[in-house]
């Protein structure tokens, strides 16, 4: 209660309005539900991982019996409003509001699920011994690279690239679909309105189909 009497979950955690704050984020796959040749989708089923500070979530556990952390409503908390641009049925944010883990250093942990649907373009010219290459692009629906700068959970300082960008620890095997990689990369766009960058990160997972499926 004492963390959030005051609090004001419309405003940017920062100390300064002109402050860039940092969100990371990263996919974990647990099921590739669907791939529609006739319409060009890609359904999945994720948890859409999402980490970053906020100066006035912090307390010293001392002065609460050692707690360090909390898990608090999402809706009382400043979101990041990081959405799928490339959604395919009009849905671009995460479809349950889990609660947030809060650490006593003012770090957030946010992993809500999501059922995406998002578009892929799809070359069926090999089937059944076809390779696929699906993304998914996400990005901060409001705010530009200014105000947050959007990074890989696993990206380092000197590369945009992340060789393995979703997590697959908890993937549920596909009858149809072997999944060979999930490379992810965060891009930079400028446009000719304005001076501010706009950030966003791509997950590409390339498929390739599971011949016996078809053959047997």
């Known amino acids: 209660d004492d ?100 650490h006593h250093t003012g770090k957030v942990v946010w992993k809500p699920p999501a059922i995406y649907k998002s578009f892929c373009e799809i070359d069926v010219e090999y089937f059944p011994f076809d390779e696929q290459t699906c993304f998914m692009k996400f990005g901060s629906w409001t705010y530009d690279g200014y105000l947050i700068d959007l990074r890989h959970l696993q990206q380092t300082p000197d590369s945009d690239n992340i060789d393995v960008g979703i997590d697959l620890q908890d993937y549920y095997i596909s009858v149809e679909w072997d999944i060979m990689r999930v490379p992810a990369v965060r891009n930079e766009k400028f446009y000719s309105c304005c001076e501010e960058p706009y950030p966003d990160i791509i997950f590409n997972i390339t498929l390739r189909r599971k011949t016996l499926f078809y053959t047997v």
Do not use: F
């Open 3 to 102: 963390l959030l009497s005051n609090y004001n979950r419309l405003i940017r955690p920062v100390g300064n309005n002109s402050d860039r704050l940092t969100v990371k984020m990263g996919l974990r796959l647990s099921q590739l539900i669907d791939v529609n040749l006739k319409n060009q989708i890609m359904t999945t089923n994720v948890w859409v991982e999402q980490e970053w500070n906020d100066y006035k979530l912090k307390w010293n556990p001392d002065d609460y019996g050692g707690v360090d952390t909390l898990h608090v409503p999402s809706e009382h908390i400043w979101l990041p409003d990081i959405v799928l641009y490339n959604n395919a049925d009009g849905n671009y944010e995460v479809t349950i509001m889990t609660k947030a883990i809060l």
